[in-house]
């Protein structure tokens, strides 16, 4: 039970900022929304975390909604490097990481 | 990412051979992890280590072995493999069992 709804697959032209959405409307108050992806054959790779606050690092934004029910993983300006599948996942700090399906993003040329 | 080492990438192996698959971390970190990610599968935890004591283990077959000898380096045994586990092997550690865990790029690993 991955705890979070992603889309199954995405677009987004090259240049564009992807937006990726994620519902977990059962996300308790001490578990935080994780993201990584994974592109075709590699390891999954860490992009970004958050708990309450909107969150920026060199590689994506996150933003959580009030309610903390659903979050959005942005990509500024994205290549076709970043055609990956996305996950979300919501966790406590010591809890496992399960990975549900993700998102598959496509990044057109 | 080049914190997180798998040796080898790929691994073809008979049900009756014994292998290894080996991890490497650089980054310093104490917990480590077993990952199998099947075709059209989501990932699956597999063993989880922390300060070389196995802390955690997910109803595993015993024909998996995990070995941690020091903080940097984890290993999982294989013997008398079946073909369904034909999979990507991955690894990943984190500073503590809490914290982000970062990943090797896996073992393709194929059981004929």
């Known amino acids: 039970d991955a705890k979070t709804t992603q889309p199954p697959s995405m677009d987004c032209a090259e240049g564009r900022a992807a937006n990726l959405p994620c519902n977990h409307s059962t996300i308790s108050g001490n578990e935080y929304v994780y993201w990584y992806r994974q592109i075709h054959s590699q390891g999954p790779q860490y992009i970004i975390h958050g708990l309450k606050n909107n969150e920026t690092n060199e590689m994506a934004s996150l933003i959580i909604t009030e309610d903390r029910k659903s979050s959005t993983l942005i990509l500024p300006h994205a290549t076709l490097r970043d055609t990956a599948v996305y996950y979300c996942i919501v966790r406590v700090r010591d809890d496992k990481i399960i990975f549900g399906k993700g998102t598959r993003l496509h990044i057109l040329p | 990412e080049t914190g997180v080492t798998q040796t080898p990438r790929h691994l073809v192996m008979g049900m009756t051979n014994k292998k290894s698959l080996k991890c490497e971390q650089h980054l310093g970190h104490n917990a480590m992890y077993w990952y199998k990610q099947s075709a059209k599968k989501p990932l699956e935890l597999m063993f989880v280590y922390s300060l070389e004591e196995r802390v955690e283990n997910n109803s595993v077959p015993s024909r998996f072995s995990p070995e941690c000898p020091n903080s940097s380096h984890l290993f999982l045994h294989l013997h008398t493999l079946q073909p369904e586990d034909s999979a990507l092997y991955l690894c990943?550690?984190?500073?503590?069992?809490?914290?982000?865990?970062?990943f090797g790029p896996g073992t393709r690993l194929t059981v004929l």
């Open positions: 990943a550690s984190s500073p503590r069992r809490a914290d982000t865990q970062y």
